[in-house]
């Protein structure tokens, strides 16, 4: 211990004993100003410590709070469940099913060329596409990125076993359509497709996310609002390697309506069948509301495959296919009517009294006309037809004269009377309007007047003239009906998921023929006489009464020089065969085109009589009155 009167060392000298010496004043003072500046720095930067907590906790509080949630919290969405499609007897053709889904949440990845490494080694993916594929998303600002869709068990059990290699990686439920019948009613029902870029862009999708799956064709793009449903989401929280650790809360998406359809089950596939290995279409409709029974196209195609995603080999065969299966030819495809169009000749022109169903017109089997003979497809000629005659054994050379004594004026409006040369306006996909040609028509098209010929061959539906399936069932419905042209419809009730009716069809007149009962009755006899003893006795039934009219629609001219001549299948002409049965109670109306088979009376017309036998052999149809 120190004495009282001994000296007390400062820490100066405690320095200098430090040191082995005695400092000088200068020294001391040098080093007290060193040691000053130095407790001035480190009192500048808790000062700084001090402001910088001050500005995280009390002004970035509430942000950095946010931040650090959403490092811990997911938002996840959830997609809805589309509504289902339904015949009119509620069998399901369209439904959902679950599929997981493999997506990379973009912000929990540190190292993209590495996790796409993997995943590509797991998936047995090429690396490349997949790092660029993830590397694009992220530079699009998107926040997570589907890798793969329908993942098979052991993918998916490979995926969660190595889950802490795999930063950002998750496994989700999307729900996926199911259609139940293979094939069937393909181009009614349509198929779905991601959304695309150019889609997302331009704003006619606003509640729509990249990745979403929307209609693409059919039913699924025309009632898209409908079968979509309103999407939910929820909050859960995930770990550092973004695996879920339990749900905060969530909002329930809303399923999609369901869409019950007017089509009979056992029709359309029996329509379907007939057209098996063939090129054509079938359509059926109650001529006493429009609504539409069967609608066949053929050749199908799969949906799966579209909404499992096509290759791009895929997609060319199909793309290249000569027989175009993606084409919906019930509503798109424009053929001469051919023959059946002597069903509009003849209403036309007892309406305009050219002719009464006793007038007599003789068929020599050719008829000058200018500078060219046109001939009937009898070369020797039917004598001399009255209008029963001449529709029972479709004689060209009467309607030739018909056609000469209407003039293409009237021709045309009496076509458009009968609905054709526009849409029916089918709740479906876009339909082409065919063609009613008149003067007007042909000079700004071709810049050239009209002919007499030309009218000759509208006539008989030849020339300028085109119609769909879909028109010519309606022309043979107006007939069967009394003369009124009915809207026809595919939809005839949507029904939300509460049971709420959202939609509900109602027969629609969208014109009336304005003609007399007793020139419809004489028409409706003259399609009764065809196939009981005409054209189409192909088509007659031992229980049912048919009534019908057969057509022959010219692809090519034949060589009439050498008729023998074997011509490519694909010059053959189109077979077409319009009906509707009971004959005395019509309940369904019928058109079939068979591309390049020859006569309607020989390839369409069994056709239609199958398709009629399964509508009408049914108990509870045949039981309607």
Not at 113 to 137: E, F, I, S, Y
Not at 186 to 199: A, I, P
Not at 281 to 308: H, K
Not at 510 to 528: K, T
Request: include cysteine; aromatic fraction near 8%.
């Amino acid at each position: 211990m120190l004495r009282p009167n001994e000296p007390r060392f400062s820490g100066f000298k405690l320095l200098e004993s430090s040191l082995g010496g005695v400092m000088s004043p200068e020294e001391q003072e040098r080093l007290r100003r060193t040691f000053a500046r130095i407790a001035l720095i480190i009192l500048c930067l808790f000062g700084l410590l001090f402001l910088r907590l001050w500005f995280l906790q009390l002004l970035q509080g509430e942000e950095m709070q946010q931040r650090s949630e959403h490092n811990r919290i997911r938002l996840q969405d959830l997609p809805p469940w589309r509504g289902m499609i339904l015949d009119h007897q509620g069998q399901v053709l369209v439904a959902n099913r679950p599929s997981y889904e493999l997506v990379v949440v973009l912000e929990d990845v540190g190292n993209i060329p590495l996790l796409a490494g993997r995943l590509a080694h797991l998936l047995r993916l090429d690396p490349q596409p997949l790092t660029a594929q993830l590397q694009n998303g992220k530079k699009a600002g998107l926040h997570q990125v589907r890798v793969r869709a329908d993942l098979a068990w052991d993918e998916m059990a490979q995926v969660e076993t190595f889950q802490p290699e795999l930063p950002g990686v998750l496994i989700q439920v999307q729900p996926k359509r199911e259609y139940r019948h293979k094939g069937m009613a393909c181009h009614v029902l349509g198929y779905l497709g991601e959304l695309s870029d150019v889609q997302l862009k331009s704003g006619k999708f606003p509640d729509y996310k990249m990745g979403d799956y929307l209609g693409k064709c059919g039913l699924e793009l025309a009632w898209e609002k409908y079968l979509r449903g309103q999407r939910g989401s929820r909050r859960i929280e995930v770990d550092a390697y973004g695996r879920e650790l339990g749900q905060l809360d969530s909002l329930f998406p809303t399923p999609g309506a369901n869409i019950y359809l007017s089509l009979n089950n056992r029709m359309q596939r029996e329509a379907e069948a007939c057209l098996e290995g063939q090129v054509g279409a079938i359509v059926a409709l109650d001529p006493r509301t429009g609504r539409v029974l069967a609608l066949a196209s053929s050749p199908t195609y799969s949906q799966e495959a579209f909404e499992r995603g096509l290759s791009n080999q895929e997609w060319q065969r199909i793309n290249h296919d000569k027989n175009h299966p993606l084409e919906n030819r019930t509503l798109k495809g424009q053929y001469p009517p051919g023959s059946t169009f002597k069903i509009v000749m003849a209403v036309a022109g007892l309406e305009e009294k050219v002719i009464t169903p006793s007038t007599l017109i003789n068929c020599t089997g050719a008829m000058p006309v200018g500078n060219h003979v046109f001939h009937c497809w009898s070369k020797r000629g039917h004598g001399p037809m009255n209008l029963h005659q001449a529709m029972v054994h479709s004689c060209d050379i009467y309607f030739y004269e018909v056609g000469r004594r209407l003039g293409i004026d009237r021709i045309n409006e009496w076509s458009r009377r009968f609905g054709l040369g526009a849409p029916t306006s089918l709740d479906l996909d876009k339909e082409m309007p065919g063609l009613a040609p008149s003067p007007a028509w042909k000079r700004a098209r071709f810049h050239q007047p009209w002919h007499e010929g030309d009218t000759i061959l509208v006539s008989i539906g030849q020339g300028y003239n085109l119609a769909t399936p879909i028109q010519m069932a309606r022309v043979v419905a107006a007939i069967a009906n009394g003369g009124i042209v009915y809207k026809p419809f595919l939809v005839e009730k949507v029904e939300s998921p509460a049971g709420e009716i959202l939609y509900q069809a109602k027969p629609q007149a969208q014109s009336r023929l304005r003609a007399s009962p007793a020139n419809l009755e004489a028409v409706r006899q003259s399609l009764v006489g065809v196939v009981n003893v005409g054209t189409a006795k192909a088509a007659r039934l031992s229980h049912i009464q048919v009534a019908g009219k057969t057509g022959t629609a010219q692809v090519v001219a034949m060589d009439r020089d050498n008729p023998q001549k074997k011509r490519a299948r694909r010059m053959e002409d189109h077979a077409w065969f319009v009906a509707y049965a009971p004959a005395d109670d019509p309940r369904v109306a019928v058109a079939v085109l068979v591309e390049h088979a020859g006569h309607g009376g020989s390839e369409a017309a069994p056709l239609a009589s199958r398709v009629i036998n399964a509508y009408l052999s049914e108990p509870k149809v045949a039981q309607v009155k």
